[in-house]
């Protein structure tokens, strides 16, 4: 089984110096996702999934358009919600993720003020991850080692989600503890991929980290995090 996690393109997070909650794409994000479906063109895959955010929505666009599917979304990659500062100016929002970042680690799993905690975000994903999976024939086998029961380990499954999704969902497949600075954890680019595949075990299969932020599509100008 192969499972492809892409990192939505670059944001536009502020505009005309307010702050932008549920953003499109920049005009370099949209260079990216053209860039990204030219490289997933001929790559062949069995199912494509986006989180509910827009941003994923414009990056899957032209790899979708390529291949002639549609647009399937799957609520459980949104990424942490954010408080409700749509409007507010941008001052506030830096303001208020550093003093998130210059927190003690363990007070990071309370997230940004209004927001959703980090600890109900990673909680959301496992549960979610672990119903989609079920529902496509991947079940934990029930040990304390990450071994999986696959029905179909031919298949190939395309996400586009956001980089603190991606790497939680990391986390679930590969059996590593969460913590509270994922994002910084694991650093995947705008519009890059990241490959994990199965190997066959004597019991089951486990998942296997092949390629992480894969961005050989994007030129040098064009990547961004």
């Known amino acids: 089984m192969e499972l492809v996690l892409i990192r939505h393109a670059e944001p536009e997070w502020v505009k005309d110096g307010l702050s932008v909650v549920n953003p499109p794409l920049t005009e370099r994000g949209l260079r990216q996702a053209e860039l990204l479906g030219r490289r997933l063109e001929t790559f062949d895959y069995d199912h494509v999934f986006a989180s509910p955010l827009q941003r994923t929505h414009l990056t899957a666009l032209p790899t979708l358009t390529r291949h002639n599917r549609p647009l399937e979304i799957e609520p459980f990659l949104e990424e942490i919600r954010e408080p409700s500062w749509h409007g507010a100016p941008v001052e506030e929002t830096i303001k208020a993720y550093r ?36 529902r496509n024939g991947v079940r934990r086998i029930g040990t304390d080692l990450p071994v999986w029961q696959i ?33 910084e954890r694991f650093i995947i680019n705008h519009a890059s991929i990241t490959t994990l ?14 390629r992480l932020s894969d961005v050989d599509h994007l030129p040098a100008e064009d990547r961004t995090r």
């Open 99 to 134: 003093r998130e970042m210059s927190n003690p680690s363990h007070e990071r799993w309370n997230g940004l003020q209004g927001g959703e905690s980090v600890r109900d975000f990673v909680a959301r994903i496992h549960i979610g991850a672990t119903d989609f999976l079920e």
């Open 197 to 210: 595949k199965t190997i066959k075990l004597g019991d089951g299969y486990a998942f296997s980290l092949e």
């Open 151 to 183: 029905d179909n380990p031919g298949e190939k499954f395309v996400f586009f989600a956001h980089a603190g999704t991606n790497s939680v969902l990391i986390c679930h497949l590969l059996g590593l503890p969460a913590t509270p600075w994922e994002w």
